[in-house]
């Protein structure tokens, strides 16, 4: 395949797309605990936004892509109110925005985007074909009810709460109940209190009560007795916890107020956090402070990732020793939620009460929509989408020397609205933004882009595929699955019960493979869920994976069954192969120079030029881009 240049097909070339790398954090105030720690903590906070290099990217991608800008519409129907707000606000600024994505180019992306999956050519034919005016919508629903929606969700849901190892045998339980969330669409508010007030004899059997095992703070080594709390340390799994569950629900870093008050480190980056205090972080992490952590063990020794996880504990103490923070100074030990200073309601269980007022909170409903906002449009109305500033929300109350944080913020409380209005439902707020104009508008430009135009949402913004989107997606144009042990028991007539192998690695409950499998994912950006997810950046080693890799090199072979086997032997007409692999690759029919290159090279050697045009095409640019 490395020879494909010599068989004149190389107007199908790949090129390379570095990234900006982000800027180093700033020098952050010594504090008396170990550097590492520090800087970890603090690093969020200076990280650029996303939409700083946004806009930049897409316009280097853009050029790469096929077809021609369109010339833009005086104005932009409104299909729902999130149109209103987006062109509105453009209008009102004199900003430019792109024309509406082709049916070829919506396709591809709404399907990446809700599942991680690309299109069949026959759906691509069919959808494109259809008349109805009501297609887009309706791809969007049946998308919205696939099982590829529930493995894509869940696997993202996975990646946002790091689950892994420390789970055990929970991780596959936990995976399995995200997925079952999904497929009813469990409202997502359930979903929150479920995973804060969970108790359970053991994780491996309440799959809720894995973030809990997840999180768990290391102790002593080796149990006394069943009943040693040693084994976990009890008060820094519960600050632990309250940081994940603010940044996760609330879109809030608590993590520099659990080590210092707020007032002498944050001014410049937090207006909000400046003003909150370290005694206020403890009576938050309080409303778990009776909560217990177990851990199993079995002939004196620790049973890996089990938890018996009750309500048993005495209470939070303030003085109580650190493992891994600044020593706790003590102060009020009293339950108080540290948005509103609610405590909880007499009778009640404190973990209950916490998850009670968290959900019915309004910045719950901001952070979700804000978050999944991100997912699809290339970055948030907040951004970072768990560093909110809520003293910058308002803008009719801005502090003096501050911008508004949200780029739009009658939008966010729109969303968040409806999303309260309709029980927390994510995939009607997934629809809701794949609806509209805003989101399917052309990734290409008409005329100069200008960097201001980015935080308008004027054009679509490109992104890298994921390195689970990029392997399914190799899987899908080539028609050769991989083979990830799914842990999971299948009926074989001959040897009874096996390990069922998966073909696609968003069915996965984490990472899995090894070799050039494990190898192409790590470089690809996969995570390995022991730190927060952070964006992808560019590497010279992608497209050169993607030339010389394995994964894709023998996937293009005509041999075990592969789509080049299988059209090659379907049709001798070399002008329907090349039609055929455009449409299962790139989502688009090739154009009239793209298929006079490519049918020229198989009728110059049949096998190998329809190996080499499946190679090119998985290397394109727009390939491993959704645009």
Not at 457 to 484: C, N, Q, W
Request: a neutral charge; hydrophobic letters at 40%; glycine letters at 8%.
């Amino acid at each position: 395949m490395r020879h494909l240049a010599s068989t004149g097909a190389a107007v199908v070339v790949c090129a390379v797309i570095v990234l900006a790398a982000d800027k180093p954090p700033k020098k952050a105030r010594e504090e008396s605990m170990a550097s590492d720690r520090f800087a970890e903590a603090h690093a969020p906070l200076f990280q650029p936004p996303q939409s700083k290099d946004a806009g930049a990217l897409t316009e280097r991608v853009a050029g790469s892509l096929p077809g021609r800008v369109k010339a833009l519409q005086e104005r932009m129907p409104r299909r729902n109110f999130l149109d209103e707000q987006i062109f509105g606000k453009m209008e009102r600024d004199g900003v430019p925005h792109s024309a509406l994505a082709s049916d070829n180019e919506f396709l591809r992306r709404v399907t990446l985007d809700l599942t991680g999956r690309i299109p069949s050519p026959d759906g691509t034919r069919a959808f494109v074909a259809d008349p109805d005016p009501a297609k887009r919508d309706k791809v969007i629903e049946k998308l919205l009810q696939s099982e590829a929606f529930v493995d894509k969700w869940a696997y993202f849901f996975m990646d946002l709460f790091r689950a892994n190892g420390k789970m055990g045998r929970g991780q596959n339980l936990f995976h399995y109940w995200m997925k079952e969330n999904l497929r009813v669409d469990r409202p997502y508010d359930d979903v929150a209190r479920s995973i804060i007030a969970a108790s359970a004899k053991s994780n491996h059997v309440v799959a809720a009560s894995n973030l809990i095992a997840l999180e768990h703070v290391q102790g002593k080594a080796q149990p006394d007795d069943g009943d040693d709390l040693g084994m976990v340390q009890q008060l820094d799994t519960d600050d632990e916890l309250a940081v994940l569950y603010a940044k996760t629900f609330l879109g809030i870093n608590l993590s520099c107020i659990y080590c210092h008050d707020g007032g002498g480190h944050l001014e410049k980056v937090n207006v909000w956090l400046s003003k909150k205090k370290r005694s206020e972080f403890f009576q938050n992490s309080a409303f778990l402070g009776r909560s217990r952590y177990l851990m199993y063990w079995e002939d004196g020794k620790p049973q890996s990732g089990e938890f018996l996880i009750d309500d048993a504990a005495p209470g939070y103490n303030t003085k109580g020793a650190s493992m891994i923070r600044t020593p706790r100074f003590g102060g009020p030990a009293s339950p108080a939620f540290i948005l509103t200073g609610e405590r909880a309601r007499s009778g009640a269980e404190n973990r209950e009460e916490l998850g009670r007022m968290l959900t019915g909170h309004p910045q719950f409903a901001r952070a979700t929509v804000n978050l999944f906002w991100a997912k699809l449009m290339g970055f948030g109305i907040v951004e970072p989408f768990d560093e909110f500033d809520l003293a910058r929300q308002d803008p009719k109350n801005v502090p003096a020397g501050w911008q508004l944080q949200p780029s739009h913020p009658e939008l966010l409380e729109a969303l968040a609205k409806d999303f309260r209005a309709n029980n927390h439902s994510l995939r009607r707020l997934l629809a809701n933004i794949c609806r509209s104009n805003a989101y399917q508008l052309s990734a290409r430009f008409d005329g100069e882009w200008k960097d201001a135009y980015t935080k308008y949402y004027a054009r679509k913004f490109v992104r890298m595929l994921s390195a689970e989107e990029l392997h399914d997606s190799i899987v899908l144009a080539t028609g050769r699955p991989g083979s990830f042990g799914s842990g999971r028991r299948a009926k074989n007539d001959d040897e009874g019960e096996v390990n069922e192998n998966l073909g696609m690695a968003m069915q996965l409950s984490g990472p899995a493979g090894g070799g050039d499998v494990k190898y192409f994912m790590q470089t690809f950006g996969q995570s390995n869920r022991n730190n927060p997810p952070r964006p992808l950046t560019g590497s010279p080693l992608q497209p050169l994976l993607l030339m010389q890799s394995p994964v894709v090199t023998d996937r293009v072979l005509a041999a075990k069954d592969s789509r080049v086997e299988r059209l090659l032997d379907a049709y001798q007409d070399n002008s329907r192969i090349v039609d055929e692999m455009f449409l299962a690759t790139l989502c688009r029919p090739p154009s009239d120079e793209e298929k006079r290159i490519s049918v020229a090279a198989l009728d110059k050697n049949r096998r190998e030029g329809a190996q080499n045009l499946q190679w090119a095409l998985i290397n394109q640019v727009e390939f491993f881009f959704n645009y």
